[in-house]
């Protein structure tokens, strides 16, 4: 089974409006971690939010929040305001297990969502 | 400010050649990482180091062997190159257990691997 589940291939919205690009994770783990990474044209990796599975509160940085649903198993990554630099692909990631813990920081990726920006 | 650095950053080589991947940080991490990238299959984890002297299978270790002689340094090898092996590599590092509230792991900018 898929641990990490982005069910988008593509995603395309208009430029200062908002998107959730959607991810739903598989773990029996009490204590894991979700990340999102963006991923431009140029090819890096840019790690963008973290929501950690005892958070109680949704994680936010800048435009970007993270809509936790730990009973759905889903961890959305919603963008406000887009802008045309927001156009790259986007992975949904999750390390298994707590940061000191025997998963050894290692994270699973998901197939990733590529989004586009229009003017 | 170098963080993860990969070389080389673009290759090509022959069915049954082989080559060494290298990968250095400067931020002092524990954990170090090479991940692979596929198109429609993200990215797969080949090979990690929890330390020095120590390495670890990850998803797809097949073809690949890594060694971590220093801290600072992984390194992932090909010794014998098939074009399934045509991909993006990612070296990545993380912080470990010491001092870090995330996890979140440092990304070099990839190497890209064609083989014919």
């Known amino acids: 089974a898929q641990k990490i589940t982005q069910t988008q291939p593509g995603m395309f919205v208009q430029e200062k409006e908002a998107v959730t690009l959607d991810c739903t994770y598989d773990?029996?783990?009490?204590?894991?971690?979700l990340f999102w990474y963006k991923q431009p044209s140029s090819g890096e990796m840019i790690f963008l939010i973290y929501?950690?599975?005892?958070?109680?509160q949704n994680a936010t940085e800048g435009r970007y929040s993270l809509n936790f649903q730990k009973a759905r198993k889903s961890a959305n990554l919603v963008i406000s305001a887009s802008q045309l630099g927001d156009s790259a692909m986007y992975f949904c990631?999750?390390?298994?297990?707590?940061?000191?813990?025997?998963?050894?920081?290692?994270?699973?990726f998901g197939q990733g969502t590529i989004l586009t920006v229009h003017p | 400010n170098a963080g993860v650095t990969q070389t080389p950053k673009f290759r090509v080589l022959k069915t049954g050649q082989s080559m060494t991947l290298l990968c250095a940080q400067d931020m002092n991490h524990e954990y170090m990482y090479w991940y692979r990238q596929d198109p429609g299959m993200g990215l797969r984890l080949i090979h990690y180091?929890?330390?020095?002297?120590?390495?670890a299978k990850g998803e797809v270790p097949d073809g690949y062997n890594v060694s971590r002689l220093k801290k600072q340094n992984f390194l992932l090898g090909l010794e014998s190159a098939a074009p399934s092996q045509t991909s993006v590599y990612f070296c990545?590092?993380?912080?470990?257990?010491?001092?870090?509230?995330?996890?979140?792991?440092?990304f070099g900018e990839g190497s890209r691997l064609t083989v014919l």
């Open positions: 929501q950690g599975s005892y958070d109680e």
């Open positions: 990631a999750m390390r298994e297990g707590g940061i000191g813990g025997t998963s050894y920081g290692k994270l699973t």
């Open positions: 773990t029996s783990d009490q204590s894991y971690g």
């Open positions: 990545a590092s993380s912080r470990g257990t010491s001092g870090s509230s995330t996890g979140e792991l440092f």
């Open positions: 180091s929890v330390g020095e002297g120590t390495t």
